[in-house]
T-cell receptor
Framework: NAGVTQTPKFQVLKTGQSMTLQCAQD?????MYWYRQDPGMGLRLIYY???????DKGEVPNGYNVSRLNKREFSLRLESAAPSQTSVYFC???????????????FGEGSRLTVL | GEDVEQSLFLSVREGDSSVINCTYT??????LYWYKQEPGAGLQLLTY?????DMKQDQRLTVLLNKKDKHLSLRIADTQTGDSAIYFC????????????FGQGTELSVKP
């Protein structure tokens, strides 16, 4: 079982460039999330998708867009990258609703993005 | 708004007990969680506690919850070098299932 797979693992962009981070899960989970991790700030929620066909903003959505392509895949797009978006990005998934341990997230290994 | 606070670093000797502390703000959270992040990896759920409990024990791990003070702690008994990692406290956003608010993370360093 692969769990949650993110690509790419590393990326360097110039200011103003665009890119998409891909995420796929094979656990048949309903909910998927994108978090960013910055030193001393923990993880902050960018966007989430409670179920296929829905997406909602988290704490720090500005500068990002998302697409829930199907139940397995949830992508994060930076339309015009800025140095402030240099971070480690984590995709996660969960059962959603009241199934399993509510709040148990399964994380990918992270994508390290540097914007110059 | 909701907020979760942790100290950033803790250093202990192998064999000692480690205590990682956390304060949170949202009293409506049904569950509170401890996640562990090893170097270069994503987070993994370590343990959790239901909000109507005061304590939960799981092998070397003891979670204490003080709802009055909104204080959560994680005690690791007989800490080993393999326990070196970053530990995150988390609460649900307004009791909304998997939407979590994480603390800053406490980096635990275990010295032999």
């Amino acid at each position: 079982n692969a769990g949650v797979t993110q690509t790419p693992k590393f990326q360097v962009l110039k200011t103003g460039q665009s890119m998409t981070l891909q995420c796929a899960q094979d656990m048949n989970h309903n909910s998927m999330y994108w978090y960013r991790q910055d030193p001393g700030m923990g993880l902050r929620l960018i966007y989430y998708s409670a179920s296929e066909g829905t997406t909602d903003k988290g704490e720090v959505p500005n500068g990002y867009n998302v697409s829930r392509l199907n139940k397995r895949e949830f992508s994060l797009r930076l339309e015009s990258a800025a140095p402030s978006q240099t971070s480690v990005y984590f995709c996660a998934s969960s059962e959603g609703g009241t199934s399993g341990v509510v709040g148990e997230l399964f994380f990918g290994e992270g994508s390290r993005l540097t914007v110059l | 708004g909701e907020d979760v606070e942790q100290s950033l670093f803790l250093s202990v000797r192998e064999g000692d007990s480690s205590v990682i502390n956390c304060t949170y703000t949202d009293s409506s959270s049904t569950y509170l969680y401890w996640y562990k992040q090893e170097p270069g990896a994503g987070l993994q759920l370590l343990t959790y506690i239901f909000s109507n409990m005061d304590m939960k024990q799981d092998q070397r791990l003891t979670v204490l919850l003080n709802k009055k003070d909104k204080h959560l702690s994680l005690r690791i008994a007989d800490t080993q070098t393999g326990d070196s990692a970053i530990y995150f406290c988390a609460e649900s956003m307004g009791n909304q299932g998997g939407k979590l608010i994480f603390g800053q993370g406490t980096e635990l360093s275990v010295k032999p």
